[in-house]
Nanobody
Framework: QVQLVESGGGLVQAGGSLRLSCAAS????????MGWFRQAPGKERDFVAA????????VYADSVKGRFTISRDNGKNMVYLQMNNLKPEDTAVYIC????????????????WGQGTQVTVSS
């Protein structure tokens, strides 16, 4: 089983940037795709971005395209989410997940989740 620990969240003004990190340990990290989801209070957990095991393929939610970039370093067992031009509606807990099988944008395709890191964007 893989363990995932997120870091890098915080409070930022609208228009600012943050870089989230997800440290993975356990099973062979480089064999699996990875994803980021987010959940605001009282709302569903929504897909944000995903990256294939090799890093060659990425997919993004329409709401973050052009502003967020997902990347990975298999040598360090790390996944990153660079978030630029942040908006108040980006405020949520951001959660890293390990992909098992199926559509990258579907929550059910992931079998391991981190605890999340809070991102708050002030207007």
């Amino acid at each position: 089983q893989v363990q995932l620990v997120e870091s890098g969240g915080g409070l930022v003004q609208a228009g600012g940037s943050l870089r989230l990190s997800c440290a993975a340990s356990g099973r062979t990290f480089s064999n699996y795709g990875m994803g980021w989801f987010r959940q605001a209070p009282g709302k569903e957990r929504d897909f944000v971005a995903a990256i294939s095991w090799s890093g060659r393929n990425t997919v993004y939610a329409d709401s973050v395209k052009g502003r967020f970039t997902i990347s990975r370093d298999n040598g360090k067992n790390m996944v990153y989410l660079q978030m630029n031009n942040l908006k108040p509606e980006d405020t949520a807990v951001y959660i890293c997940a390990a992909h098992k099988q199926g559509d990258y944008v579907a929550r059910g395709s992931y079998d391991t989740w981190g605890q999340g890191t809070q991102v708050t964007v002030s207007s």
